[in-house]
């Protein structure tokens, strides 16, 4: 037992007693409600004494501590930046609801109002201003016996078309484009394009995966009628098969070469049908091309709505620049071309293009050198790096760079890196388990990569390619979005002079590129050129051009 003194106190006096208490009571009592206890009640003066029982309280200090944390941990959350030491992953900030563009561009996110979600931070650099479109915008306009013709075509049910493309996505893609065009030819339906399994990816992925194919159906159904599978009728007929179509073919070279035969069978089967139609065709032909291109080709919802979340990612900050960087193996070894970064590299290249010499594309009477200052070589980090210094990109200038792996690694991008920190591609953006279900699917793959840079503010190409060409006419196509075309035979020589200012050099650089940026350009004004990538005067118009139709 232990003893403990009360004290009672009067004006007068003051007495002291004694309580025995037990000893097991005492020791279960904290210091604090035991000097409460032996000290005399203190007069209350209103809210002081509550306020200073209250900091006196460790209890509240805890719980301080553990709100303040709370707060300064959602602040970080929802105001997460990349650039911050401890993450360069931009994947976690919250995402708005998926805004897809009800305008021209079926993957276009709207880019309206960046600068003011930047807070003005990108304003003052010219690099993110956009072309003067000219007032161009999409216009199918089809004739009357197009669409008196469409009525009888689609009703038709004795003419098949079966396609086999092959390639990459962006190869397959533009294969499809022509084999609606040459179904609407022959009067035929299509059946729905057969995706070849590339033998370099592996890809067995089919139409469906890829595109969206009832928004597909849907779309062509006043040109072409599109069938998932031949029906019961035309089960048991052998299609006529078709290896040897020409370059370029005209639509009445395809009618005088398969019509007959496809009325007598039934059926058609062609395949290698990339570039096989010529680019020279009707107006309204050329009209289906791009509401094939530009409409009825839509991705899978998954990976559109994955594409666009992305994207988001990527403009939290305000404005982006896409790059499509070339830089793979393949590529320095079709080119004929060297990376550039080490001779270790240099002589890998080497050595494959001397065991393998039937996989030179470029011409093989020409050096390594020669091929450069033609401009038929892939920009490397290096010469990326100097042309976006010299066209005037912020130093603070977000990247999303599309492609494969380069040859090199991550070493290969140093160069970029150094000097644009702010560099990802869809593994620096995506968490793994996002990414899972489009990996080791090469088209998948491609399609996201499609889907970002035709969403950017500025998008640029390190060496044209199918993916690169068609993103140009994508994005002319949408409003003419700022699109840099490096003119590299013009501007590699000013790059091998290491004589030459840096201040004069981004001179003649910028003056260089400054028709090469997405500005409206005329498809007929050169032979050849692909309407899905120059999409004015047959897919585009404006009141000028309206005004002269009508004459």
Not at 434 to 463: C, G, R, W
């Amino acid at each position: 037992m232990c003893e403990m003194a009360v004290a009672k106190g009067n004006n007068r006096k003051k007495h002291q007693s004694y309580i025995s208490v037990p000893s097991q009571i005492i020791n279960s009592i904290s210091q604090s409600s035991l000097e409460s206890l032996l000290q005399p009640p203190l007069k209350k003066h209103g809210g002081v004494s509550k306020l200073r029982v209250l900091f006196e309280n460790p209890r509240f200090w805890i719980f301080f501590i553990f709100v303040f944390g709370f707060l300064w941990m959602l602040k970080m959350w929802f105001n997460f930046d990349p650039t911050m030491p401890f993450s360069q992953n931009p994947c976690l900030i919250p995402q708005e609801k998926d805004e897809i563009s009800s305008g021209f561009s079926s993957t276009q996110v709207s880019t309206e109002k960046n600068d003011e979600k930047s807070g003005g931070k990108y304003e003052k650099s010219e690099f993110w201003k956009q072309p003067d479109g000219m007032g161009y915008r999409p216009c199918l306009d089809f004739s009357e016996r197009y669409r008196k013709e469409s009525g009888e075509i689609v009703k038709d049910r004795t003419k098949y078309l079966m396609v086999v493309v092959s390639g990459g996505m962006n190869q397959q893609r533009n294969q499809i484009v022509d084999a609606v065009v040459i179904a609407r030819i022959l009067g035929a339906a299509l059946v729905v394009p057969i995706l070849q399994v590339n033998v370099i990816w592996g890809d067995e992925s089919e139409f469906s995966d890829i595109f969206d194919l009832e928004h597909f159906k849907n779309v062509l159904a006043n040109d072409v009628r599109i069938v998932s599978s031949l029906p019961s009728t035309h089960l048991m007929t052998r299609p006529v098969e078709e290896k040897r179509t020409p370059l370029h073919a005209s639509p009445e070279w395809i009618r005088s070469r398969y019509l007959k035969r496809l009325r007598r069978d039934g059926v058609l089967l062609l395949r290698g049908l990339d570039s096989r139609l010529s680019k020279d065709l009707p107006s309204d032909l050329q009209k289906l091309r791009c509401k094939v291109a530009f409409h009825a080709l839509r991705f899978a919802p998954h990976i559109l709505e994955f594409g666009n979340k992305l994207t988001e990612r990527m403009r939290t900050e305000g404005p982006y620049l896409a790059l499509h960087l070339r830089m793979e193996k393949d590529v320095w070894v079709r080119t004929g071309c060297l990376p550039g970064l080490t001779p270790k590299y240099d002589k890998i290249i080497n050595d494959e293009r001397r065991r393998r010499p039937e996989l030179l594309t470029s011409r093989s009477n020409m050096t390594y050198h020669e091929r450069k200052l033609a401009g038929l070589c892939p920009l490397n980090a290096l010469d990326v790096t100097r042309l976006l210094k010299a066209l005037g990109a912020p130093k603070d200038t977000r990247i999303y760079w599309a492609g494969g792996i380069p040859l090199g690694g991550k070493e290969a991008l140093l160069p970029l890196k150094r000097v644009f920190p702010y560099l990802y591609n869809k593994e620096d953006l995506a968490l793994p388990e996002e990414l899972k279900p489009f990996q080791k699917k090469a088209s998948l793959m491609a399609a996201i990569d499609y889907i970002v840079s035709e969403n950017s503010d500025v998008f640029l190409a390190s060496h044209g390619g199918n993916m690169g060409h068609a993103i140009q006419g994508h994005r002319a196509y949408a409003g003419h979005k700022k699109t840099i075309t490096p003119n590299k035979r013009q501007m590699l020589p000013y790059f091998l002079n290491s004589s030459l200012p840096e201040a004069e050099f981004n001179r003649i650089i910028l003056d260089l590129h400054q028709d090469s940026i997405g500005q409206p350009e005329l498809r007929n004004s050169k032979a050849g050129r692909d309407v899905t990538k120059y999409p004015i005067p047959e897919c585009m118009c404006n009141s000028s051009t309206r005004a002269f139709s009508s004459i």
